[in-house]
């Protein structure tokens, strides 16, 4: 389990310009709710929650919120972070508040781990057909990721939920027969057969059948004109 802690302060007004005023201010609004709790509004400096977001890396962690008028702080992990897509510009952020004793369901990211066979020996290329799990887990128990040994997959397999070795303390919420890593042929080798594969169910695209070729040659005879006769 990761955990991180991070300082937020009572967000003071409400709307589209509270929130402008809070950006310009170099601060992103957020907001803080759970089943135990009601939500709050929450002001984070952008330059502190910058520097918890690079450190996160993707990775699915618990947040430590230190709010200010609390006594206690507030054990949660990022729900949604909402970003300007010209800028990429922190605009909103939605903390899950969650409690040590009791069960959370949150999506944790795929990583492969080791070099699989099919990308190694047989030219193949490896997918991540999944790119985040859901998992059910108490909070001690939330992996940062969920690692997936790929050293033995061979072109043309794939890796399912099912499949996936057992996490302690971990439950996988997703269909057991999703796909989650595959390894698949280069895309110039599927051109390549598919090709093939067209050429040779129409052998005769190419060049006409002998027999089909005079019977072409007869029809153009007759619709030709008959040659005028000789003047004497």
């Known amino acids: 389990m990761s955990q991180?802690?991070?300082?937020?302060?009572?967000?003071?007004?409400?709307?589209?310009?509270?929130?402008?005023?809070?950006?310009?201010?170099?601060?992103?609004?957020?907001?803080?709710?759970?089943?135990?709790s009601k939500p709050e509004s929450l002001v984070v400096e952008?330059?502190?929650?910058?520097?918890?977001?690079?450190?996160?890396?993707?990775?699915?962690?618990l947040v430590e919120l230190n709010c200010e008028g609390r006594s206690e702080k507030a054990l949660s992990f990022l729900q949604e972070i909402q970003r300007d897509p010209m800028?990429?510009?922190?605009?909103?952020?939605?903390?899950?508040?969650?409690?040590?004793?009791?069960?959370?369901?949150?999506?944790?990211?795929?990583r492969a781990k080791g070099e699989s066979i099919g990308v190694k020996s047989q030219s193949g290329v490896l997918e991540?057909?999944?790119?985040?799990?859901?998992?059910?887990?108490?909070p001690k128990d939330l992996p940062a990721t969920i690692e997936i040994d790929v050293s033995q997959l061979e072109v043309g397999e794939v890796i399912k939920v099912s499949e996936l070795v057992a996490i302690?303390?971990?439950?996988?919420?997703?269909?057991?027969?999703?796909?989650?890593?595959?390894?698949?042929?280069p895309v110039e080798e599927i051109s390549a057969t598919v090709a093939v594969a067209t050429t040779e169910a129409t052998p005769g695209a190419a060049a006409p059948a002998a027999g089909d070729a005079k019977a072409a040659v007869s029809a153009?005879?007759?619709?030709?004109?008959?040659?005028?006769p000789a003047k004497k």
């Open 4 to 36: 991180y802690i991070l300082n937020t302060k009572a967000r003071i007004g409400k709307g589209r310009s509270a929130s402008r005023r809070l950006r310009r201010a170099n601060c992103i609004p957020a907001i803080l709710y759970g089943k135990h």
């Open 46 to 61: 952008t330059p502190e929650f910058t520097k918890l977001f690079k450190a996160v890396g993707g990775r699915a962690v």
């Open 87 to 110: 800028t990429d510009r922190f605009l909103h952020i939605d903390f899950h508040e969650v409690k040590a004793g009791e069960k959370i369901e949150i999506e944790v990211p795929v």
């Open 128 to 138: 991540i057909i999944t790119h985040a799990l859901r998992i059910r887990c108490l």
């Open 168 to 185: 302690n303390g971990v439950e996988f919420l997703d269909q057991k027969g999703q796909p989650v890593i595959s390894c698949v042929e």
């Open 220 to 228: 153009a005879d007759a619709k030709s004109p008959a040659p005028a």
